[in-house]
Nanobody, 126 residues
Framework: QVQLVESGGGSVQPGGSLRLSCAAS????????IGWFRQAPGKEREGVAC????????NYVDDVKGRFTISRDNAKSTVYLQMNSLQAEDTAVYYCATEGTLFKLCELRPKEYDYWGQGTQVTVSS
């Protein structure tokens, strides 16, 4: 039974920071590629960041490079997204997701991911 539960969202002013958590159960998080995605009103879901199995590589969408960092804590079965220097354009529902195939390099295409969490809202505004 694969489950992913996001938390850590909230409302923050521009320039602020949030750390999102994705608690996983039913699988070993270190063996799978896991990604963070976001969807803003009126926009399609887009990949934000991902980490490959065994944390061999990471990938970020251009808009968040240098501001966001994805990481794993395999012992806690948790994946994090540290978000710094948040901007209004970062406002969205953020989802974590995992691929269903072992030991894959990650990519930012939502269609490659098989299991999804329920999402957590991030709002950046003055």
């Amino acid at each position: 039974q694969v489950q992913l539960v996001e938390s850590g969202g909230g409302s923050v002013q521009p320039g602020g920071s949030l750390r999102l958590s994705c608690a996983a159960s039913g699988f070993a998080v270190g063996n799978y590629a896991i990604g963070w995605f976001r969807q803003a009103p009126g926009k399609e879901r887009e990949g934000v960041a991902c980490v490959s199995s065994m944390s061999s590589s990471t990938n970020y969408v251009d808009d968040v490079k240098g501001r966001f960092t994805i990481s794993r804590d395999n012992a806690k079965s948790t994946v994090y997204l540290q978000m710094n220097s948040l901007q209004a354009e970062d406002t969205a529902v953020y989802y974590c997701a995992t691929e269903g195939t072992l030991f894959k390099l990650c990519e930012l295409r939502p269609k490659e991911y098989d299991y999804w969490g329920q999402g957590t809202q991030v709002t950046v505004s003055s």
